[in-house]
């Protein structure tokens, strides 16, 4: 089975901190994504990677910046954490597939909440 | 760019009913439709999805249509249980390359009591 680990589940930081949320999968997928979850909102992509030192903004990307240094980690990083930056974060990874990754699944992680006072 | 609506918000059944999402997109070009399922203290994961070419696509209680002339698509469950009760979210995408990217709905938690 695909297993996608993050970092911490629960995580409070003070305005300000810069914030590192880790996101790891084990099974050698090119693909990684960057969501936060706010009620009411769904699930909004933050950034993500198709291979390793690539990145894409999504969505959301303002006050964030990611790190692919390694195929299987995935990191996410909150310069200077804000309170509007109080969320669910939750990292995923998709395999690539014969240069078509679109129709293949996404496998989450657990997530992260972080707590910004 | 995409963009998914989703509803009901909330859906309240009795164990045994049918319980039916909807969702619209507004990129005529999506071509893939999933459904993930997200319990408790997890993170979302994949029930079923459809692709353009198909209309209906069902597995054991679990069903989705799409109509592409409108636009839409919905999830059927049917006799729920109390173990479907989860937050549901559906998704569109256009899947022509390995750089393509799921928008999802807001998601709609289903609540069934036993």
């Known amino acids: 089975d695909v297993k996608v680990t993050q970092s911490s589940r629960y995580l409070v930081k003070r305005t300000g901190e810069k914030v590192f949320l880790e996101c790891v999968q084990d099974m050698d997928h090119e693909n990684m994504f960057w969501y936060r979850q706010d009620p009411g909102l769904g699930l909004r992509l933050i950034y993500f990677s198709y291979d390793v030192k690539m990145k894409e903004k999504g969505d959301i990307p303002e006050g964030y910046s990611v790190s692919r240094e390694k195929k299987e980690r995935f990191s996410l990083i909150l310069e200077s954490a804000s309170t509007n930056q109080t969320s669910m974060y939750l990292c995923?990874?998709?395999?690539?597939?014969?240069?078509?990754?679109?129709?293949?699944?996404?496998?989450f992680g657990p997530g992260t909440r972080l707590t910004v006072l | 760019g995409e963009n998914v609506e989703q509803h009901p918000s909330t859906l309240s059944v009795q164990e045994g009913d049918s319980a039916v999402i909807k969702c619209t997109y507004s990129?005529?070009?999506?071509?893939?439709f999933p459904w993930y399922k997200q319990e408790l203290g997890k993170g979302p994961q994949l029930i079923i999805d459809i692709r353009s070419n198909v209309g209906e696509k069902k597995d054991q209680r679990i069903a989705v249509t799409l109509n592409k002339t409108a636009k839409h698509f919905s999830l059927h469950i049917t006799e729920t249980q109390p173990e479907d009760s989860a937050v549901y979210f559906c998704?569109?995408?256009?899947?022509?390359?390995?750089?393509?990217?799921?928008?999802f709905g807001k998601g709609t938690m289903l609540l069934v009591s036993p």
């Open positions: 995923a990874s998709r395999e690539l597939a014969g240069g078509i990754s679109s129709y293949n699944e996404q496998f």
């Open positions: 998704a569109a995408s256009k899947g022509d390359s390995g750089y393509s990217t799921l928008t």
């Open positions: 990129d005529s070009a999506s071509n893939y």
